[in-house]
C-alpha cells in the first residue's frame, strides 16, 4: 500500500500546520546534508518560520560565505546578460526587419545540420528582440505623427477663428458703412 498523495495547499489548522513544518524543515536539511556530502558542493538553506525563527544549513563552515559567493556570482551573471542585451541591442538596431529576416536565413542555410537547440532558442530571442525594438520604433513613429496632426489641427482652428473673425469685421464694417452712406445720400437729395 502507496502513501496517499498530499494535495499542496496551506494547511488550516494551526497545530497540525506546525507539526509539518517541524517534519518537512528536518527532511529539508537532512536533504540539503545528504546532497553536499555526496556531490561535493556547498549548499546553504536558510528558513524563516512564521514565528520569525531562523533555522539554517550551511555546509561549510559559514553561510555567509555561502551568500557572498551567491551574490557575487548573481551580479557577475546580471552584468553579463546586460552586456550580451546591450551586444544584441547594437547588432540588431540598425537592421530592418528585411535583413534581420535574410540574416537569420542566411544563419540557417549555413549551418542547418550543426544547429543546436540552444542557438535556435538565441536565434528566436534575437528575432524577438528585433521585433519588440520594431513594434516600439513602429508605435513611437505613430505618436508622434499623431501629435504632429493633433498640433496641425490646432493650427487650423486658430486659422478659421481668425478668418471668421475677420469675415465677421468686415461685414460689421460693410453694414457701418452702407448706413453711413445713406444719410449722405438724402443730404444731396435735398440740396437738388
Given amino acids: 500500500m502507496g502513501r496517499k498523495k498530499v494535495e499542496i ?6 497545530n497540525c500546520r506546525q507539526v509539518a513544518f517541524c517534519k518537512r524543515r528536518k527532511g529539508l536539511l537532512k536533504k540539503a546534508k545528504e546532497l553536499s ?9 536558510v528558513i524563516i518560520s512564521n514565528r520569525g525563527r531562523l533555522h539554517e544549513f550551511a555546509s561549510t563552515n559559514s ?3 555561502i551568500l557572498q559567493r551567491y551574490e557575487s556570482h548573481a551580479a557577475a551573471e546580471k552584468e553579463i546578460s546586460a552586456e550580451i542585451q546591450d551586444a ?35 536565434l528566436e530571442n534575437e528575432l524577438l528582440t528585433a521585433l519588440v525594438q520594431i ?7 505613430m505618436l508622434e505623427s499623431i501629435k504632429g496632426l493633433h498640433e496641425k489641427e490646432k ?18 464694417n ?19
Avoid: W
Avoid at 37 to 45: A, F, P, R, S
Avoid at 161 to 172: D, S, V
Fill in 174 to 192: 460693410r453694414r457701418v458703412n452702407e448706413k453711413s452712406d445713406l444719410p449722405q445720400q438724402r443730404v444731396t437729395l435735398n440740396f437738388l
Fill in 135 to 141: 513594434r516600439s520604433r513602429k508605435t513611437h513613429l
Fill in 9 to 14: 495547499k496551506r494547511i488550516q489548522d494551526k
Fill in 88 to 122: 544584441e541591442q547594437s547588432k540588431f538596431s540598425s537592421m530592418t526587419t528585411g535583413e534581420l529576416l535574410q540574416e537569420t536565413e542566411r544563419q540557417l542555410e549555413e549551418n542547418v545540420d550543426g544547429v543546436t537547440a540552444t542557438d535556435l532558442i538565441h
Fill in 37 to 45: 556530502i555526496l556531490c561535493d558542493v556547498d549548499v546553504g538553506v
Fill in 155 to 172: 493650427l487650423l482652428l486658430e486659422e478659421k477663428k481668425q478668418l471668421e473673425n475677420n469675415m465677421a469685421r468686415m461685414k460689421k
Fill in 63 to 65: 553561510l555567509t560565505g
